[in-house]
C-alpha cells in the first residue's frame, strides 16, 4: 500500500484522493486554509470531466444544484446594451448544454464530503520542505511533525508551494495573460433573476450574477495590465485596494460594485495566467491540476482539468509496476489534453471579442483525451 500526500483541498486534491482511496491507497490531505474555501466563481464541468465527475459519484448532485440562467446581456460604461442571448453564457456556453455550471463551494463540498471519512485531511498546515532519498519523501509541515510519503502530489494551485520546493521559483513556470481578476458576493442588489449582466468600459469588465435563488450575487471584476503588478496574494486589503485603484474610474455601476467589495468576506484576487512546465514530476513529486498546467480561467477548462488530470493520475499510479512508471505514464496521457486546452486561450479571446454567440472554441478540446 503507497502513502500519498497531497498539498491542497481545492477540486483537484480531493478528487484525487478519492480516486486513489478507491485503488487502495492512504491518502494525506494537507490545506493551509482552515476548512475547504467558500466562495468564488461559477465553474464549468465539461465534456470528458462529466465522466469523472459520474465515477466520482457526484454527477447528479452537480446536476441538482447547476446554475438557473435564462441569458445575459452586455452593457458598456454608460450601461448602454450592446447585445444580448437568451439561448447562452459567456461564462458557461450554450444554456442547452450537457455541460454543467455550478458554483465553485458547491463542486469543492461535493468531492470533499465523498472523502472526509476515509482520507486525512490536515487543515490549517502547509509543507515547508521536501526531502527525497530515492524511496520516498521526507515531508517537513509548517505547524505538524515531520513525515515520511511514498509520493507528494502538489494540487496546490498557481502559487504553489510543492512545485516551488520541488521544482523551483514561480517566475520560471508561470507566464502573465495581460489580466487580473477578483470574485466575491454582494446583495443582490440590482434585482436580477437567473441573468448574468457583463460589462465592459476600457480596459475593466467583468460580470454580475445572481445566485442561491437569486438572494446574492456574485461578482467577478477584472482589468487589463500588460506587466505583472508585484502583490503580496495573501494581504487580502492590499488585493482590494489594488482593484480600486485600477477600476475606480470605471462607469455603469462598478462604484457600487467596488463598495460591496470592501465588505465581501469571500474576496478572491489573482492574475490570469498559465503555467507551463517541460516536466511535472521531479523523483517522488509531481503535480496535479493548476499548480503543473494551469491554463487559466481564459481556458473556461480549468476544473475540468483538474478533474481529468486526478482520474488520470490515480489510474496511471494503480495500473503501474512502481510510483515512477505511474508518473510517466500519467504525464503522457495528460500532457497533450493540458496543452491542448492551454492554446485555445487566443481563441476564447478572439471568439468573445468577434462572434461571442459562436460555438465556441471549448467545444474543439474539452473531450480530447481517453480516460484510462
Not at 442547452?96 to 471519512?117: K, N, Q, S
Not at 473556461?300 to 494503480?318: C, D, I, P, R, W
Amino acid at each position: 500500500m503507497t502513502s500519498v500526500l497531497i498539498s491542497g483541498a481545492g477540486v483537484a486534491g480531493p478528487a484525487l484522493a478519492f480516486f486513489l482511496r478507491r485503488h487502495g491507497f492512504t491518502v494525506t490531505v494537507v490545506e493551509r486554509g482552515p476548512a475547504i474555501r467558500p466562495g468564488g466563481q461559477a465553474i464549468d464541468v465539461r465534456g470528458v470531466a462529466l465522466t469523472v465527475a459520474d465515477r466520482l459519484g457526484i454527477l447528479a448532485g452537480l446536476r441538482l444544484r447547476r446554475t438557473t440562467m435564462k441569458g445575459m446581456n452586455m452593457v458598456d460604461g454608460s450601461g448602454a446594451e450592446l447585445w444580448r442571448s437568451t439561448e447562452m453564457a459567456l461564462s458557461s456556453g450554450r444554456l442547452d448544454t450537457d455541460d454543467v455550471e455550478v458554483l465553485r463551494e458547491d463542486l469543492v463540498r461535493l468531492v470533499y464530503d465523498r472523502t472526509r471519512d476515509d482520507v486525512e485531511y490536515l487543515f490549517g498546515d502547509s509543507v515547508a520542505s521536501l526531502a527525497q532519498d530515492g524511496r520516498g519523501v521526507r515531508v517537513a509541515f509548517e505547524r505538524s511533525a515531520p513525515r515520511d510519503f511514498d509520493l507528494v502530489v502538489g494540487a496546490d494551485g498557481l502559487h504553489s508551494a510543492v512545485r516551488r520546493l520541488a521544482f523551483g521559483p514561480e517566475e520560471r513556470f508561470v507566464r502573465h495573460l495581460g489580466q487580473y481578476v477578483a470574485v466575491y458576493s454582494m446583495e443582490n442588489l440590482f434585482g436580477l433573476e437567473d441573468w448574468q449582466k457583463w460589462f465592459t468600459d476600457g480596459p475593466v469588465g467583468g460580470v454580475v450574477y445572481p445566485v442561491r435563488g437569486n438572494a446574492e450575487l456574485r461578482v467577478t471584476i477584472g482589468f487589463e495590465s500588460p506587466q505583472p503588478i508585484a502583490y503580496d496574494y495573501r494581504d487580502v486589503e492590499a488585493q482590494k485596494r489594488l482593484v480600486a485603484e485600477h477600476c475606480a474610474r470605471t462607469g455603469w455601476e462598478v462604484p457600487r460594485l467596488l463598495e460591496a467589495m470592501w465588505r465581501a468576506p469571500d474576496f478572491y484576487f489573482d492574475s490570469m495566467a498559465q503555467v507551463r512546465m517541460d516536466a511535472w514530476t521531479s523523483g517522488r513529486v509531481t503535480l496535479l491540476g493548476d499548480a503543473g498546467y494551469c491554463a487559466s480561467p481564459l481556458s473556461g477548462q480549468g476544473t475540468s482539468l483538474a478533474l481529468v488530470g486526478a482520474y488520470v493520475l490515480a489510474a496511471e499510479l494503480a495500473a503501474a509496476d512502481d510510483v515512477e512508471g505511474g508518473l510517466a505514464a500519467y504525464e503522457r496521457r495528460m500532457r497533450p489534453f493540458a496543452e491542448a486546452n492551454q492554446a485555445i486561450v487566443e481563441d476564447n479571446r478572439r471568439h468573445m471579442e468577434q462572434d461571442p454567440q459562436a460555438v465556441s472554441p471549448v467545444d474543439r478540446v474539452k473531450n480530447a483525451i481517453e480516460l484510462p
